[in-house]
């Protein structure tokens, strides 16, 4: 009964940024991590960022030092802010969540809940 709703996807220009939000209802226990996937048709979902109730942050290496993910734990949502936007971040970007594993573990090993997704379409 655990809902994610996903809002902020767009069309930008590559250099751009863009903010995703997710807030997720119907949560009757805990979310110890939120967190964000993205995947492109044909390919594998990947794992972008991931963050846990006890504040710690894990990234997809090649991401860390552009994408800043934040959250609220009491209010059960989850931002992401996506900077100096490339090409070839064009993906359907999904909100997720998993009631115990921590940050990396939720990241690396999967996730409970997932959003519908929003479309992030970047153009050179």
């Known amino acids: 009964q655990v809902v994610l709703v996903e809002t902020g996807g767009g069309s930008v220009q590559a250099g751009e940024s863009l903010r995703l939000s997710c807030t997720a209802s119907g949560v009757t226990g805990r979310l110890d991590s939120m967190g964000w996937f993205r995947q492109v048709p044909g390919k594998e979902r990947e794992g972008v960022a991931a963050?846990?109730?006890?504040?710690?942050?894990s990234y997809a290496g090649s991401l860390k030092d552009r994408f800043t993910i934040s959250r609220d734990t009491a209010k059960n949502t989850v931002d992401l802010q996506m900077n100096y936007l490339t090409v070839d971040d064009t993906a359907m970007y999904y909100c997720?969540?998993?009631?115990?594993?921590?940050?990396?573990?939720?990241?690396?090993?999967?996730?409970?809940?997932w959003g519908k997704g929003t479309l992030v379409t970047i153009s050179s």
């Open positions: 963050m846990d109730s006890g504040g710690s942050r």
């Open positions: 997720a969540a998993h009631p115990s594993r921590d940050a990396y573990d939720s990241l690396y090993y999967g996730m409970d809940y």
